[in-house]
């Protein structure tokens, strides 16, 4: 798929990844619409990637009904849909054995609910959409591409929550592609390693300092316009199907 031709949803799209993705997408003639629930940045992101390329609609990832609705909006309103990026997501941090007792169920649940269930969500929600476009080269109708962590095979303490979400990401990412290749719609996972984000963007720098030193090569926290590059990368070869690809510099994180 070329990317002048991508109509796209992208999760989490007003900040961090997501935005990254948005802005190299719509460089290259893409259409995208930014699904987040912070409605404080879309104002910015819009205005910086253009009026006429990007929109905007406030959606819960963790709702059903709200995903199918916007993905129908989306597509209405690009005048189609063969694109669908997951990059919402939360940390949910905690110990399970914490100093205050044990980790609410609640928080745990709460994070799989965003990382999991948020992306299998708009997953289904997209193929649903997808299944009635025209074939394109080699029966092509769409491609899905979520965002799981190095976190899902290395998880440090106090990620239990946050590990097992995306784990589940990765997981689901082969049986889905399998699925889905009777309608011609291919599913990736990329587990990024240590991001410049907004998440680690507020911890003190000294911290900043020496998450970047903790990179075998090259020693510095990852970009966001590689992940949106390996992301264009992906959309443009389609033999990529059913794999997580790690993006991280060769680092395995240490217990703590």
Do not use: W
């Not at 802005?23 to 910086?48: N, P, W």
């Not at 990832?61 to 129908?72: L, Q």
């Not at 997951?86 to 928080?107: H, I, K, N, Q, T």
């Not at 239990?160 to 996972?189: C, D, H, N, Q, W």
């Amino acid at each position: 798929m070329k990317l002048a031709s991508v109509k796209g949803v992208i999760t989490g799209g007003v900040s961090g990844l997501g935005l990254a993705v948005a802005r190299h997408l719509v460089s290259h003639g893409a259409r995208v619409t930014l699904f987040d629930v912070d409605a404080t940045k879309s104002g910015q992101a819009i205005a910086e990637l253009g009026a006429a390329s990007a929109t905007f609609l406030e959606v819960d990832v963790t709702s059903e009904t709200a995903v199918k609705g916007a993905i129908e909006e989306a597509a209405h309103a690009m005048g189609g849909l063969n694109l669908a990026v997951s990059c919402a997501g939360v940390l949910g941090a905690g110990r399970v054995l914490g100093r205050d007792g044990p980790m609410p169920l609640e928080r745990f649940a709460g994070t799989v609910m965003v990382n999991l269930v948020g992306s299998f969500n708009v997953a289904k929600a997209a193929a649903e959409q997808m299944q009635g476009n025209e074939p394109g080269a080699d029966g092509e109708r769409g491609v899905i591409i979520n965002t799981a962590s190095i976190a899902a095979f290395e998880g440090q303490i106090g990620q239990a929550a946050y590990a097992a979400s995306k784990a589940g990401v990765a997981g689901m990412t082969l049986p889905m592609a399998r699925e889905f290749s009777r309608i011609g719609v291919r599913v990736m996972t990329i587990a990024p390693g240590v991001f410049h984000t907004p998440m680690v963007d507020i911890m003190p720098e000294p911290i900043q300092q020496a998450l970047g030193e903790s990179i075998p090569f090259p020693k510095r926290l990852g970009q966001a316009d590689e992940f949106a590059s390996l992301v264009a990368h992906i959309i443009e070869n389609r033999y990529f199907n059913g794999s997580v690809i790690r993006l991280d510099g060769a680092v395995r994180l240490e217990p703590k």
